[in-house]
T-cell receptor, first 113, second 112 residues
Framework: NAGVTQTPKFRILKIGQSMTLQCTQD?????MYWYRQDPGMGLKLIYY???????DKGEVPNGYNVSRSTTEDFPLRLELAAPSQTSVYFC????????????FGPGTRLTVT | ELKVEQNPLFLSMQEGKNYTIYCNYS?????LYWYRQDPGKSLESLFV?????AVKQEGRLMASLDTKARLSTLHITAAVHDLSATYFC????????????FGKGTRLHILP
């Protein structure tokens, strides 16, 4: 199993550009999450999904959109990128909540200039 | 609203010493997670604690949960340099689909 994969690993965006961060998991997990991690800080939940077709906002959803059309994929869309969105983005998945921990992808380092 | 606080946020200690990281949370929860992150890397699960009084141990790390006090501890015994990393606790609300909220992390630096 590849686990949770994310692409790209690095990206530089200009202010106002848009992009999609890709996340795929091959563990047949129902739950998927997007977090951002600012330097020296913890993780902030952006959006999460409890199954295909179901998504919900986390702590910091503004400026982002998600979709979940399949169990495997959970892309994160940035519209009109702003410098405040410079961060490392982690995707995670879990079988469900409760006794199951989250498995994290390797992260995408995004810089908006 | 669920809030999670860790302390200390930074800890420098010598090899061979013992220390404890604390994780306090603000609302009722029965699910608490500990993760490790090495610099520039992703997060790796260490422990999942699900009930009051739960204790789990892996090598020199031991985690416990007191749901009444809304407190979890991560105890390091006889620290070694390889344990240098940032440790995060994360807490989920009581409902099945509640969000998981992370603390800010404790950056642990163990001096050889």
């Amino acid at each position: 199993n590849a686990g949770v994969t994310q692409t790209p690993k690095f990206r530089i965006l200009k202010i106002g550009q848009s992009m999609t961060l890709q996340c795929t998991q091959d563990m047949n997990h129902n739950y998927m999450y997007w977090y951002r991690q600012d330097p020296g800080m913890g993780l902030k939940l952006i959006y999460y999904s409890v199954g295909a077709g179901i998504t919900d906002k986390g702590e910091v959803p503004n400026g982002y959109n998600v979709s979940r059309s399949t169990t495997e994929d959970f892309p994160l869309r940035l519209e009109l990128a702003a410098p405040s969105q410079t961060s490392v983005y982690f995707c995670a998945s879990s079988r469900r909540q409760g006794p199951y921990e989250q498995y994290f992808g390797p992260g995408t380092r995004l810089t908006v200039t | 609203e669920l809030k999670v606080e860790q302390n200390p946020l930074f800890l420098s200690m010598q090899e061979g010493k013992n220390y404890t990281i604390y994780c306090n949370y603000s609302t009722t929860s029965d699910r608490l997670y500990w993760y490790r992150q090495d610099p520039g890397k992703s997060l790796e699960s260490l422990f999942v604690l699900l009930s009051n009084g739960a204790v789990k141990q892996e090598g020199r790390l031991m985690a416990s949960l007191d749901t009444k006090a809304r407190l979890s501890t991560l105890h390091i015994t006889a620290a070694v340099h390889d344990l240098s990393a940032t440790y995060f606790c994360a807490v989920a609300g009581m409902n099945r689909d509640d969000k998981i909220i992370f603390g800010k992390g404790t950056r642990l630096h163990i001096l050889p």
